[in-house]
Every structure is written in structure tokens, then in C-alpha cells.
């Protein structure tokens, strides 16, 4: 074999080999996405807590657990939201499931009264699964210095400390049976994209989440507990206001689906395969262009959520001069 023949025979072997790779690595997708069954939910205990139950994600997981024969916990801030959801979820499968309902607003109480409510709430329970869910976002795109107070307080005390104390409660008991998943809802914003300004304290919040998800799963593995970080991309909630119209936007129902399949495996996972893929497009975009068009992106959105904001003052303002009037 002479040198050209030699390198020609090579490059064709690297060619095959990462085609190989490709190839498995398209393999292993579709058999996490679509094939790879369900953990036994029911297995780790047979009750589940979900905390923000009350709407988009977390109330359409509610109901996906109950569909499997869980009891659940349901933690939310609104009394009748919460009653709505649970005699929702009775009328469909009361049959096979029972519901207790935890009313606190996370936002309001301390890390160590949360806890306690929580630890109260589940005594004599057997909790197999919890699912941090509760989250909030800024009403639209803003700089770090004009986003509320109160907006800044919730965000931190519901996205970092409630998940953080709800697991510290739930978690003595997982570990007195050596069983039990947490699925922590992170998002894109802090793990699939460089950055993501206007809406920094929510990311930041996020980036917690992700890394509290990834240490403790290190820590309680051996002890048979799998815990998890989801990162969702868009879903159509009141907190997005968007609209399900393509596999770019899931609908809370066919996210939820998707997030029950995956909980009990992976630290870190994007359970809807249209959001999977969009981490793999991300990935392949340079850091620059996403800095800059995220920035652009969210720039517009700010713009319009001021009109929006200063018509919406005015209209009000308008009616109570009319009332007075
Ligand atoms: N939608 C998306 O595109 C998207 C993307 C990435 C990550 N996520 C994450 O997914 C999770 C669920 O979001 P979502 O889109 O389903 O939002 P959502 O429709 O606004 O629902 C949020 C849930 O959390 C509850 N909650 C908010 N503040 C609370 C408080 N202080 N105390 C108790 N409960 C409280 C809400 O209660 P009320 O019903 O009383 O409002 C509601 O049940 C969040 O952690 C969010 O950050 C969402
Ligand atoms: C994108 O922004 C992040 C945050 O400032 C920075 O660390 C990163 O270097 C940026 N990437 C590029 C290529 O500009």
C-alpha cells in the first residue's frame, strides 16, 4: 500500500466510524423518545406529590399519574383551583386513587414552614414520587433593574427554596425504604442555551435547580433514590400565554406524558422529543449568533410587553374614572 492509498483507506475508516456513531447515536434517541418503557412509578410508593398542580404542566401531570393508580398530593397557592383540579382528577379516575390537597403559597412562607407543612401533609404517607414543579416567571421580558421586587422575591423563594425544602421533607422517608424519584422542572433557559437576558432571574433560578438536581442524584443514588432535572423548552401555559401549534410548542398534556416517561432515569433529561431536538439544533448553532438573537429576540418582546403593560394601566385608569364618574 503506497502513502495516498494508505490515507484514502483512513479517511474512509474515520468516515465509517463516526457514520457508525451518528447512526447510534440516532438509535439511542429514538429509544429514549419513543420505546424505552416507563419506570414502574408505582414501585417507588404509592403516592406522589406535585407541587403547582393547579395549572399547565403540573396540573396535566397530576393527571397522568392518577391514570397510572398514584395517590397524590397536590400542593398549590389557590383553594378552589386546587379543589377544581382534585374533583377533575376524582371524576376521572376516583375509582382508583386517592387525593389530599396541601393549600400554601410558597411564596409567602418560609423554607422551614414549608417543610413542616409539607412534612405534616405526607405523615404516614408512602411518598414514592415528587415532582418539584411550582415556578414563576417575569410577566415578560425586562432588564435586571426594572423587574419587581415581588417579582424577584417569588421567583426565588418558589423556583429555588420551595423545591429545596419540599424535597428536604420528602426526601426522610424516601430514604428510610431506600426508594423513591424526584423530578425537578428546570428549564432551557439555564442548561441548552449560552445565555439568556431579560429574563436572568428566572434562568439563574433554573441554573440552581440544574445543579441541585445533578449533586443530590449523585448523593442518594446508592441509596436507591433517582433524582432528576427535566428541561422543558416551550410549553403552551398561562405562564408562556403561547399557543400548541407545532412540535416546537408542547401541549401541557403531551409534555406531561412525555415527562412521566422519563422520570427514574437520567440526571438530567428533555423528555418531549420536539424540545430534544431543539437542544440538538441549539447545540449546533455558534454561541455568538444565540447570544445576540436570544438578545434581539427578547428585546422585541419587551417592547410589546410595555405597550401592552401602559394600554392595559390606561384602560383601568379610564374605568375608574368612569365608575367615579
Ligand atoms: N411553560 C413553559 O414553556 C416552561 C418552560 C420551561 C420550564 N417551565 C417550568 O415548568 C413549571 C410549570 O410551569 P407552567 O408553564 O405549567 O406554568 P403555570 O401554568 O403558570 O403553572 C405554574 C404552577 O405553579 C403554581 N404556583 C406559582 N406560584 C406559586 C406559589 N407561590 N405557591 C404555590 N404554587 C404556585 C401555579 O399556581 P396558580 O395556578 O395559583 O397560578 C401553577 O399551579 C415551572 O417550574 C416553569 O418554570 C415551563
Ligand atoms: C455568550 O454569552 C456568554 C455570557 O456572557 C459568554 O460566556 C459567552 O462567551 C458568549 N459567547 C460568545 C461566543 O460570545
Not at 183 to 202: H, K, Q, R
Amino acid at each position: 500500500m503506497d502513502v495516498e492509498e494508505f490515507f484514502i483507506a483512513a479517511a474512509i475508516a474515520i468516515g465509517l466510524v463516526s457514520v457508525c456513531k451518528s447512526l447510534l447515536n440516532f438509535v439511542r434517541w429514538v429509544w429514549v423518545m419513543f420505546v424505552r418503557p416507563p419506570k414502574n412509578l408505582k414501585e417507588y410508593g404509592s403516592w406522589a406529590v406535585v407541587t403547582g398542580s393547579t395549572d399547565g404542566i403540573g396540573k396535566a401531570l397530576a393527571f397522568e399519574m392518577a391514570s397510572v393508580g398514584l395517590n397524590l398530593v397536590l400542593v398549590g397557592r389557590n383553594p378552589s383551583k386546587l379543589e377544581a383540579t382534585s374533583n377533575g382528577i376524582r371524576q376521572k379516575y376516583g375509582y382508583k386513587v386517592e387525593i389530599k390537597n396541601i393549600v400554601m403559597d410558597l411564596a409567602k412562607l418560609s423554607g422551614e414552614e414549608i417543610a413542616r407543612a409539607i412534612e405534616e401533609g405526607i405523615k404516614g404517607l408512602d411518598v414514592g414520587v415528587l415532582v418539584n414543579n411550582a415556578g414563576v416567571a417575569y410577566p415578560y421580558a425586562k432588564f435586571f433593574h426594572e423587574v419587581d421586587l415581588e417579582v424577584v422575591e417569588s421567583i426565588t423563594k418558589v423556583n429555588i427554596e420551595a423545591a429545596t425544602w419540599v424535597s428536604r421533607a420528602v426526601l426522610p422517608g424516601m430514604l428510610k425504604k431506600k426508594k423513591g424519584a424526584i423530578a425537578n422542572i428546570g428549564s432551557g433557559s439555564s442548561v441548552i442555551v449560552p445565555s439568556y437576558p431579560l429574563y436572568t432571574v428566572y434562568a439563574a433560578s433554573k441554573a440552581y435547580l440544574a445543579m441541585f438536581s445533578r449533586c443530590t442524584s449523585v448523593e442518594y443514588k446508592q441509596q436507591g433514590i433517582d433524582i432528576q432535572c427535566q428541561i422543558p423548552i416551550f410549553v403552551a401555559t398561562k405562564m408562556t400565554k403561547l399557543k400548541a401549534s407545532s412540535f416546537l410548542i408542547a401541549s401541557p398534556e403531551s409534555y406531561s406524558k412525555a415527562s412521566m416517561r422519563c422520570i427514574g432515569y437520567e440526571h438530567i433529561c428533555t423528555p418531549y422529543w420536539g424540545h430534544s431536538l431543539q437542544w440538538l439544533i441549539a447545540h449546533a448553532l455558534p454561541d455568538v449568533l444565540l447570544n445576540a438573537s436570544i438578545f434581539q429576540y427578547f428585546l422585541g418582546m419587551r417592547k410589546r410587553g410595555q405597550l401592552k403593560e401602559s394600554r392595559n394601566k390606561k384602560m383601568q385608569q379610564e374605568n375608574a374614572l368612569g365608575h367615579c364618574g
